[in-house]
């Protein structure tokens, strides 16, 4: 059995910084797991895409988050992250991660990441 999980959500203030991971776990060798991206989905709102990664490396982020989030991976951990600076009220949402294993896509449950002072 496989699954996804984020963690490293919580409350910060206008300007802070948090590090999202998303780890895949259970029946799974290391390296198996191809990480696609991070989305988001705020009150009220349609999720919406934040970062993606290919198996090369290759990283392209929505116009909003630019400059302020990095994500990146460890293979060999079959892990994830979503590095996030300069955090403003309005990247408050769900943030959830996806990962393509064993030719099936898994998504994460989310992690709440709440950005008020």
């Known amino acids: 059995q496989v699954q996804v999980a984020e963690s490293g959500g919580g409350l910060v203030q206008p300007g802070g910084s948090l590090r999202l991971s998303c780890a895949a776990s259970?029946?799974?060798?290391?390296?198996?797991?191809?990480?696609m991206g991070w989305h988001r989905q705020a009150p009220g709102k349609q999720r919406e895409l934040v970062a993606t990664?290919?198996?090369?490396?290759?990283?392209n982020y929505a116009d909003s988050i630019k400059g302020r989030f990095t994500v990146s991976r460890d293979n060999a951990k079959n892990t994830m992250y979503l590095q996030m600076t300069s955090l403003k009220p309005e990247d408050t949402a769900v943030y959830y991660c996806?990962?393509?294993?064993?030719?099936?896509?898994?998504w994460g449950q989310g992690t709440q990441v709440t950005v008020s002072s």
């Open positions: 990664i290919t198996s090369g490396g290759t990283t």
């Open positions: 996806n990962a393509l294993i064993r030719d099936r896509l898994y």
């Open positions: 259970g029946t799974i060798a290391r390296n198996q797991a191809i990480f």
